[in-house]
Structures are given as C-alpha cells and as structure tokens.
C-alpha cells in the first residue's frame, strides 16, 4: 500500500526487485490514508479474506503519522487482527545536520501510536520474522 501512482510502484516492485505481479494497494486503488480501507483490502488479497484469530500478525511500515494513524483505525475495524504500526523517519532527515528534527518527527510518529519506531527501513528485518509486512 503506497501513496505513489500505480506505474512508479510497479516499476519499482516488478523492475528493480524482481517480483512478480506484488499485489499493490496504489494512489487512488483506495481511499486516502488513514482510512484503512487499503490496507485492509490488500490484507485480504493476500489472506484470501480468511482473517482468523490464528493469522500472522500484520506489520505496516510508514513514514507519516497517516501511516500511523491507518494502523490505529485497521486495528478498530479488526480488533481480532495483530496489527503493529513501524514508523521511520522520512530520508531527508536522517543525516547530522536534521538529528533534532528526526528526533522530534520520530516523538511525534510515537505520540500518534507507532508501536515500534526504526532507525531505518532494513531494521524491520529483525522484527517479527513470521508477519506480513505491508507498504
């Protein structure tokens, strides 16, 4: 699930990583974050609408308190569904210089209800190897 238009995601997902057919939830697939209505949908494509009490916990990764928020309101709608929040600090502020800026937008992606904050994108690899990471 992605805020980007449907061709950028798909070049990505298809071109540089070498997927085949990756079910995406695009720009305009869904309506806007924090509806969860894209995330939910695309939990149920890859769950062929089986949500069970026994699923894998589903993990969302995000950078904007939308994103946060998206989790929070998927979590009300399937109260029986483990969802955990990961949030990260956009690119542009993890160099020296913008320290104290990430350090505020990542208290601000907590307050907003991020269940675990991450210093980078590759460290949600060390998290719940058994869940569903949705983007």
Known sequence: MSGAESASIKFVLEQRLGLKKPPVIAMNDAPQKPDPTGLLSLADELFQNKFENNLP??????DTVADVLTVNNAKRKRPSQKFISFAVAPPHLHNEENKSQRLLYEL????????????????????????????
């Open 108 to 135: 601000t992606l907590k307050e907003a209800g991020a269940d675990i904050i991450l210093s980078h994108t590759n460290e949600i690899v060390n998290y719940y190897p058994e869940s569903v990471f949705l983007d």
């Open 57 to 62: 916990t589903i993990g969302y990764l995000g």
